[in-house]
Each structure stands twice: as structure tokens, then as C-alpha cells.
């Protein structure tokens, strides 16, 4: 169900702290970690503490939650001290999404071109 957390879900394990992450932000509703892949010198990962599949989802079912989401991705690049950063959600496994748990990167301290990938 949307925004209970799933048993097989890496984030939910993240938020409920039976995995460790690298955290450097959190508030009651996100959590904010390092990417264990990193893609970038800054490579953060913004998620929701309630479970929902993908940013469409969680845009549709908790648009306030999505809200802050995005706002912490501002406060993330500001920590890091990033004047110029990309912030991305991958929405399928077509567009790179590897776990099903609604999130965005946070990617910065180097120069990203256009168009990605």
C-alpha cells in the first residue's frame, strides 16, 4: 500500500535504520544519504520516509511529500555548498530507476553535460 513501509524495499530499510547509509540530512518526512555509486563528487539521495513507488507516484498520492522532497534538494546543495547541481528522478527501469522507492539525486562539484547519459 502506498506509504507503508515494504519488507523488500532498500530505502525502507534505510529510514527504519536495519541498513546503514551515509546520512547528511534528515527531517520528519525525507532522509537525505550518499549514494553508494556515486556519479559525482556530490552524489546525495532525497527520499521520502513514506514508501511510494516513483516520483509520479509519490507526486500523485502526496503532493505536499513530493514538496519536500524537492525542498531538500536545495537544502542538500546548499549544505554541500554547490552554486550549480542537477537534481534528478529516474521513473522506470527504462530511465534508470533501480529501486522502487521514490527518490532524487542530488549531483554536483563537477560539470554535467547536456543531453545526460
Keep these: 500500500m502506498a506509504g507503508e513501509p515494504q519488507d523488500d524495499c532498500l530505502f525502507c530499510k534505510i529510514v527504519a535504520g536495519q541498513i546503514p547509509a551515509t546520512i547528511v540530512r534528515e527531517t520528519d518526512t525525507t532522509v537525505a544519504f550518499r549514494d553508494i555509486n556515486p556519479q559525482a563528487p556530490t552524489h546525495v539521495l532525497v527520499i521520502p520516509k513514506a514508501h511510494h513507488k516513483d516520483a509520479a507516484a509519490l507526486a500523485t498520492a502526496a503532493p505536499q511529500l ?45 560539470g554535467l553535460e547536456w543531453p545526460p547519459g
Design 66 to 110: 513530493a514538496a519536500d522532497v524537492l525542498r531538500e534538494t536545495q537544502a542538500v546543495a546548499d549544505d554541500e555548498g554547490l552554486d550549480s547541481y542537477r537534481t534528478t528522478f529516474n521513473t522506470g527501469a527504462g530511465a534508470g530507476q533501480t529501486v522502487w522507492h521514490a527518490h532524487a539525486h542530488v549531483l554536483g562539484g563537477r
